[in-house]
Nanobody, 122 residues
Framework: QVQLAESGGGLVQPGGSLRLSCTASGDTLDYYAVGWFRQAPGKAREAVSCWSSIEPRSYADAPRGRFGVSRDNGDNTVYLQIDNLKPEDTGTYFC????????????????WGRGTQVTVFS
């Protein structure tokens, strides 16, 4: 069974960038969709982006131009690049997998990582 581990979070000033990693073990990501979600304190978990090898494109629910998702060829890791970070980006970022196709609803995902904290402060 696939297991996920997020990394790359941290404390960042507004305008900075982070690249988060979601590394899978136990199975290849070739047949999965990997969704990125974030959850701020007191708020619901929301979709940020998703990568899938099946679909021709990945999407970013978050503002275009600031969030990008990718996977290097042959790498069992999916990356979330966040640029021009804003205080409202603060939260715990999770990755999760489901078979083949991206979905925005978190309940559609089967396996989750434990999350990595992103804090944007002045």
């Amino acid at each position: 069974q696939v297991q996920l581990a997020e990394s790359g979070g941290g404390l960042v000033q507004p305008g900075g960038s982070l690249r988060l990693s979601c590394t899978a073990s136990g199975d290849t990501l070739d047949y999965y969709a990997v969704g990125w979600f974030r959850q701020a304190p007191g708020k619901a978990r929301e979709a940020v982006s998703c990568w899938s090898s099946i679909e021709p494109r990945s999407y970013a629910d978050a503002p275009r131009g600031r969030f990008g998702v990718s996977r290097d060829n042959g790498d069992n890791t999916v990356y979330l690049q966040i640029d021009n970070l804003k205080p409202e980006d603060t939260g715990t970022y999770f990755c999760a997998v489901r078979e083949y196709y991206c979905k925005r609803d978190p309940v559609m995902y089967d396996t989750w990582g434990r999350g990595t904290q992103v804090t944007v402060f002045s």
